[in-house]
């Protein structure tokens, strides 16, 4: 399970996740595995939720890209996951555990923090973009509820929000990690 959190400044957007990796009822942290919910994309990190496989996936289908993707815009963003969707299903065999009634069937959710923006991945492939702060994983509501009353530095924000969030969610722990990226106004 996971919470990653992101604040937008005035200069900069800080992006922080915590650490924990669950498999059913067992769990572990960085002290034990090596996992990363933040992945560095050129400019861009991309953080991701949801079952541990999409890291890996993602770190390898970006490996098989011949140009990395900009994601500076809601069709970029649309465009780049529509595609590793499609790669899901045909390259790593994908099978959604849902009923099929979903758009994009997606059993994850994603943020990407660039010089652009702030953005949300929803499971249905939705793009959302942030103006101030958002929070995604089964830990984002405490995360959220932190970013709602805290204010300062972006940094020390998000990761004030990961750390409520770990003290409230079980499913959220271990170590923090966090990035930053320059906004390009």
Known sequence: ???????????HIAIASDSLVCWGGLKATTTEVESTKLIP???????????DIYAFIMEDYLSGLKRKPTLTNEHAIFTF???????LKDRYHYTPK????????FEARFMIANPSGLYTVDQDLAITRHKRFCAIGSGGWFALGALEVLSGDPKETAIKAVEAAIKLDVYCGGDIEHAEVKLRR
């Open 41 to 51: 994309v050129g400019r861009s990190w991309i953080g991701t939720s949801g079952e």
């Open 81 to 87: 996951f529509n595609r590793l969707r499609g790669a």
């Open 98 to 105: 849902g009923d099929g009634g979903g758009f994009a069937e």
């Open 1 to 11: 399970m996971t919470v990653i959190a992101a604040v937008v400044g005035k200069t």
